[in-house]
């Protein structure tokens, strides 16, 4: 009998049922709770009630696409930060009133509620969190587009201290539920691994034919993405893996209860744990697996999608889907593609190489030769034969392709040039061994190639793929990086977002960040400034009531905050802040109590965390727990000068550390921070910059006038000559005073201190490979700008007011829109309101 479909249709979500009602409606009849709720009850409340919103959007918006069948920008990485999501769902989706009004009602706080909630952090750092603002981004100027990643069920280590050491705990964060995501029970694809290939004859045709080992399932599960003042909810699309059978019965039933288990305990794990390394891969086989397991699965759902409406018109493939590859993680994907459309479709090499080549983009996110990804042959062919296969035909092509495009070059300089340009060649270290270098695949394999700021893009052209950019000049691009102004100004600090908006007459900054620029008017205006200073305080006395609640210390609000925060590693240099804490700590000592009360007091916080084998870092992050243990006690010197490290840096904690921040570190070696994202956070938020000549800091500086910035230190042109001249290097006098403190025991821990200090001191084992001696003298000089700044309150705020006015171009809306114009070539399609 036929249904009667009407009798089955859903009003219009829950926009009928009062806020209020529906919160303590989704904890009866979700939870079992009935009144007396806690602040936790109300996250859940709220945030099942605000999903129903979301999820409404979410398929008006994908009804509309599939209507229209846009071209589709599908990013993939291994890496989304997304943080907390409450907020950011009601502030974008403009349900803000009515939510927090609804809190209200039932006895909440709409902050206190938010709080509540567990940070989503499935990223290490600056590229993961690229990706979630990318993502806000491609929603709020509607462009067909999502994020395709893997759904942790660990995410990012929480770092806690023990006796200043850090320890890691695990990142349990999906017990609770997760009111953000929706699982997809009819999205599923397999994924197998190992195995032979074999070919057989298929009529008059030879086809290939791998046969894995091992197979799983990729599980989807659908986060989505709101964008603001926009109808669009887009969609970030995490795969979960399982096994392919639920449970091996017959296994169970003959009593190998071990093995029955063990295929699931196989599956999950590839999904289980983020590897907690920030630029600098682990090149576990794990980690191949999982960048396998969640290209596979991306690449089979979109074809699949593909051929629901284009059938096996592959040609037009290119005109309706490109992926862009969040660094050399997904770059199996050349060779995924590749196979696909050759095995599985039984297309034709040459046709797949151009389909392949058209559809996918490449951005590089970092310098550091060890991050360049590259696997060994050998573990390449045992996990993925067939894809081993395909890269070395990838690569016969291509380097007999060279062979006679440098025809002009001597014999010897081109069987050089080439060997230097092959995607397989030996590892350096050791002659047995093949490698797979994954960041070549991806620039022979990509239409587009691009550095995250203009500087890093020349060092991508100039540097770390000459060769490639000789070839094909037109490949390399710049994409500044950007930061969703929602998140990172308007929704963390509204009280400096409403300042603005009355100032401007208009909230249109949040969404044309452009004319942030009508503030430089009032830069200099002292009722104005007044305000500019409230907020400050304001949002300072936030944060030393956090550092109260971690540390128990009062801090003294009038004193400068001057703020660290981002993983540590070396090239960032930490370590150079701490040195030039305990130098100002050591003049405090030495002055009279009269002259103290003259100097700029200074509250300083670090904050990051260190991979979990990172030896060098663990021992920074102790130099900053003992110089702080020291210094905060010092009955004579706490008025004026503090050091907290603040345990487990996170998303949610930057959005309250950032907009309380005075001045902010960016102090990276020049040439070694592809860009940096927070330097962008802080501008956005007032905060002075002290840099170094390098990332994003450089354009920051040009768009915040560069005599408002403390630039120091030596230039990217420069580090190679002063490397080579270390052994000669005269250090500071000053420096080598605080050495000696340092390995003297002046903060104890003297042998776990000895490696730092031998590694930056040329006269014993290490070579200081960062040149923090080089720019010792010239960051204290800085430093002392910065106290003598800071004395003229007025100039100080002018100046703060200037960043903000000068950060129109970090949003990365404006980021996107040039991937967008420049290598997608997506355009909006906005659904009906
Ligand atoms: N980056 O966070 C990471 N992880 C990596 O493995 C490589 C680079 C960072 O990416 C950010 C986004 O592009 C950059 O701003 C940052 O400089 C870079 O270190």
Not at 92 to 112: I, R
Not at 330 to 338: F, G, H, Q, Y
Not at 589 to 614: D, L, Q, T
Not at 814 to 829: C, F, G, L, M, N
């Amino acid at each position: 009998a036929e249904l009667d479909k009407t009798a089955a249709v859903v009003p219009e979500s829950t926009a009928l049922v009062p806020a209020p009602v529906d919160i303590a409606n989704k904890l009866r009849y979700l939870f079992g709770r009935n009144g007396d709720y806690t602040v936790a009850d109300a996250y859940q409340g709220t945030s099942w009630s605000v999903r129903e919103k979301l999820i409404d959007s979410f398929n008006k918006t994908h009804e509309h696409w599939k209507k229209e069948d846009p071209k589709f920008i599908y990013y993939l990485s291994a890496e989304f930060l997304m943080g907390r999501s409450l907020i950011n769902t009601v502030y974008n989706l403009g349900l803000e009133g009515e939510y927090a009004e609804a809190l209200n009602q039932l006895g909440y706080e709409m902050e206190k509620v938010a709080d509540a909630e567990r940070d989503a952090a499935l990223g290490n750092g600056g590229l993961g969190r690229l990706a979630a603002c990318f993502l806000d981004s491609i929603a709020t100027l509607d462009l067909p587009g999502w994020g395709y990643g893997i759904r942790y069920k660990y995410g990012m280590f929480k770092q806690a201290l023990k006796n200043g050491y850090q320890v890691e705990l695990p990142d349990i964060w999906l017990t609770k539920g997760n009111p953000w995501e929706l699982r997809r029970d009819d999205v599923k694809f397999e994924v197998g691994f190992g195995g032979r290939v074999e070919r057989r004859k298929q009529g008059n045709k030879e086809v290939t034919v791998w046969t894995p080992s091992e197979k799983v399932v990729a599980q989807a599960y659908d986060n989505p993405i709101p964008g603001f003042n926009t109808p669009t909810t887009s969609n970030l699309r995490l795969w979960d893996a399982v096994p392919l059978t639920e449970f091996d019965l017959s296994a169970f039933n003959a009593g190998d209860y071990d093995r029955a288990m063990l295929e699931r305990e196989r599956a999950e794990g590839i999904s289980a744990v983020l590897y907690p390394n920030d630029s600098t891969p682990e090149g576990k086989e794990l980690r191949l697996k999982q960048q396998y397991f969640f290209v596979c699965a991306s690449l089979q759902d979109v074809l699949s999608r593909f051929k629901a409406v284009h059938g096996n018109n592959f040609d037009l493939l290119p005109e309706k889907a490109c992926f862009q590859l969040n660094d050399t993680h997904p770059t199996i994907a050349v060779a995924e593609l590749m196979r696909l459309l050759l095995d599985v479709e039984g297309l034709d090499w040459d046709q797949v190489w151009t389909i392949t080549t058209k559809c996918l983009n490449y951005t590089n996110h970092t310098v550091m030769p060890e991050a360049l990804e590259k696997w060994p042959v050998k573990v390449m062919a045992k996990m993925l034969p067939r894809h081993m296969e395909i890269i070395e035909v990838i690569n016969e092509g291509w380097t007999k392709w060279l062979g006679g495009h440098l025809n002009d070059l001597a014999p010897e300089e081109r069987t050089k040039r080439i060997a230097a340009m092959s995607i397989i060649h030996e590892n350096p270290w050791n002659k047995e061994e093949m490698l797979v270098n994954m960041a070549y695949l991806a620039v022979v394999g990509s239409s587009a190639v691009n550095g995250v700021a203009a500087i890093h893009s020349n060092i991508v052209k100039d540097e770390i793929f000459n060769d490639f950019y000789q070839i094909f000049p037109s490949k390399f691009q710049n994409k500044t990086n950007g930061v969703t102004p929602r998140r990172w100004l308007a929704w963390c600090n509204p009280e400096l977002a409403s300042l603005i908006t009355g100032t401007l007459g208009t909230s249109e900054w949040i969404n044309d960040t452009e004319k942030l620029a009508g503030l430089r008017a009032y830069a200099s205006d002292k009722a104005f400034q007044a305000k500019w200073a409230a907020v400050k305080k304001a949002k300072k006395a936030k944060l030393a009531e956090l550092i109260k609640k971690v540390h128990g210390d009062e801090v003294n609000q009038n004193a400068l905050f001057d703020i660290q925060i981002k993983r540590i590693h070396e090239y960032k240099r930490q370590y150079l802040n701490v040195l030039s804490i305990i130098w100002r700590y050591k003049q405090l000592k030495k002055m009279s109590p009269e002259e103290r009360k003259k100097a700029v007091a200074r509250v300083c916080v670090i904050g990051g965390k260190a991979a979990s084998a990172y030896d060098m870092a663990k021992r920074i992050i102790r130099l900053v727990t003992a110089v702080g243990d020291v210094i905060n006690k010092d009955p004579e010197t706490k008025e004026y000068l503090r050091l907290y490290f603040l345990p487990d840096y996170n998303v949610s904690l930057a959005e309250t550390i950032i907009p309380a921040a005075e001045l902010s570190q960016h102090i990276s070696t020049a040439g070694t921070e592809a860009s940096g994202t927070s330097n962008m956070k802080f501008q956005m938020n007032g905060c002075l910059i002290i840099g170094t000549w390098d990332g994003a800091n450089i354009e920051i500086a040009e768009e915040t006038g560069i005599d408002n910035v403390f630039v120091f230190g030596v230039r990217a042109e420069e580090i190679t000559q002063l490397r080579k001249e270390r052994k000669n290097f005269k250090t500071d006098p000053r420096w080598d005073e605080l050495m000696r403190d340092i390995e003297g025991g002046m903060f104890g821990d003297k042998d776990y201190f000895k490696p730092l200090v031998d590694s930056v001191n040329n006269m014993k084992v290490g070579n200081d490979w960062f040149l923090l001696a080089n720019d010792f003298a010239s960051y204290l000089k800085a430093q002392e700008d910065v106290d003598a700044c800071y004395k003229d309150q007025s100039e100080w705020l002018r100046r703060s007011i200037m960043y903000t006015a000068g950060s129109g171009k970090f949003s990365s809306d404006r980021t996107i829109r040039e991937y967008a114009e420049d290598i997608w070539h997506v355009t909006p399609s906005r659904p009906t309101a």
